[in-house]
């Protein structure tokens, strides 16, 4: 699939890409589910983050899911793509690559600290088109801030294999299915041996610990949206709330109402 290097789009009509002098600029963006931004790269930064909604975003042969009230930082050049789960409610903020507030080429999925969401809503209320002092000082702070969230690290790998791809797009869209993988080798037209290599070699672990991390990811929208644990575990294909929380809380240190709260 071609890359499409994106400069202006049609959701970005009336933004300029940030600079030296003005290292930030913002737009909004109003999807609906299933909309599907193709692979493309920018030459800012994009720290992003949904009022309401939710979204995939694909780069660096991973996948984040965002609910809102999270952001994902992506790096300049970084070639990504976003799908919308859920109608979403966006506002892309882009930033001058000199101005990165992370290293390298990574991206994260951070929590707005109560500061930040302030500082984001003063700047978005800005005239954009009228720099000023206080624009100017609303930028550094936010810029500032960042670096200082907590970085959540709900991540899942992609491979690059079409097979164990069609799996875990698959996987991805129904977290709670309860197939085996051998009951995914059926579907995907290689053998439970073979997948299971697969998911070693391309993703540096097994097929039970990747649909954990799926499902992991999915737990947040959910929780965001107010959906009880006990209801979650049940999407995600968990016996029990207990049983989701006892994996959660051995994955994170701690239980789901604290590390979504």
């Known amino acids: 699939m071609p890359i499409e290097i994106v400069q202006h789009t049609r959701f970005d009509l009336h933004n300029e890409p940030p600079t030296a002098?003005?290292?930030?600029?913002?737009?909004?963006?109003?999807?609906?589910?299933?909309?599907?931004?193709?692979?493309?790269?920018?030459?800012?930064?994009?720290?992003?983050y949904a009022l309401q909604g939710v979204m995939r975003a694909d780069a660096n042969n991973s996948s984040w899911i965002v609910p809102s009230q999270?952001?994902?930082?992506?790096?300049?050049?970084?070639?990504?793509?976003?799908?919308?789960?859920?109608?979403?409610?966006l506002r892309p903020m882009r930033v001058y690559a000199g101005r990165a507030p992370f290293p390298g080429n990574e991206c994260k999925i951070l929590a707005l600290?109560?500061?930040?969401?302030?500082?984001?809503?003063?700047?978005?209320?800005?005239d954009q088109q009228e720099p000023s002092q206080r624009h100017h000082l609303l930028m550094e702070m936010i810029l500032d801030e960042i670096p200082r969230c907590a970085v959540r690290p709900v991540r899942v790998p992609m491979p690059e294999d079409k097979r164990l791809k069609a799996l875990c797009d698959a996987l991805i869209a129904e977290p709670g299915a309860e197939l085996t993988l051998a009951g995914w080798a059926n579907r995907v037209g290689a053998s439970e041996r073979t997948l299971a290599r697969l998911f070693e070699r391309e993703l540096g672990m097994g097929f039970v610990q990747w649909r954990q991390q799926v499902r992991l990811a999915h737990a947040a929208p959910l929780i965001a949206r107010g959906v009880?644990?006990?209801?979650?575990?049940?999407?995600?294909?968990?016996?029990?709330?207990?049983?989701?929380?006892?994996?959660f809380k051995k994955t994170f240190g701690c239980s789901p109402s604290t590390f979504f709260g």
């Open 113 to 126: 600290s109560p500061l930040l969401r302030e500082l984001l809503t003063a700047l978005e209320q800005h």
């Open 21 to 48: 002098e003005k290292p930030i600029t913002m737009s909004g963006r109003d999807l609906k589910a299933a909309a599907v931004l193709e692979p493309h790269l920018h030459s800012w930064g994009q720290f992003t």
């Open 70 to 89: 999270r952001a994902i930082w992506i790096p300049p050049g970084v070639v990504h793509s976003v799908t919308v789960l859920e109608n979403t409610h």
């Open 228 to 247: 009880p644990l006990s209801q979650v575990a049940v999407e995600l294909g968990y016996a029990s709330q207990s049983a989701f929380s006892a994996m």
